[in-house]
Nanobody, 127 residues
């Protein structure tokens, strides 16, 4: 079992920056592929970013160049640093962990490939 707890969300102005964090416990963190997803009001949960155990990253097109995913294995924590936030970034941001072998050679963007999820943290960007 793995517990994931997100933090760092809040209300910011368009153009501002924010870093959300995800603290993991219960199972070895370093071997997991980690992902960030988000769900806006009235919309489906969508992929944002992923980082593999080896440190390689992948982002959805709408956040490329603005968001950076990183991990600190010593702290069992994954981060999502968000720059130049836009109102359309407003959503609940969810952290997820995958122990699926498929996620090692490939970048995992599907919700079905992630085994554990956090409770989410709200990010609101005003115009």
């Amino acid at each position: 079992q793995v517990q994931l707890v997100e933090s760092g969300g809040g209300l910011v102005q368009a153009g501002d920056s924010l870093r959300v964090s995800c603290a993991a416990s219960g199972r070895t963190f370093s071997g997991a592929t980690m992902g960030w997803f988000r769900q806006a009001p009235g919309k489906e949960r969508e992929f944002v970013a992923t980082i593999r155990s080896g440190g390689t990253t992948y982002y959805t097109d709408s956040v490329k160049g603005r968001f950076t995913i990183s991990r600190d294995n010593a702290k069992n924590t994954v981060y999502l640093q968000m720059f130049s936030l836009k109102p359309e970034d407003t959503a609940v941001y969810y952290c997820a962990a995958s122990f699926t072998y498929y996620c090692s050679p490939y970048y995992c963007t599907s919700r079905d490939l992630y085994d554990y999820w956090g409770q989410g943290t709200q990010v609101t960007v005003s115009s």
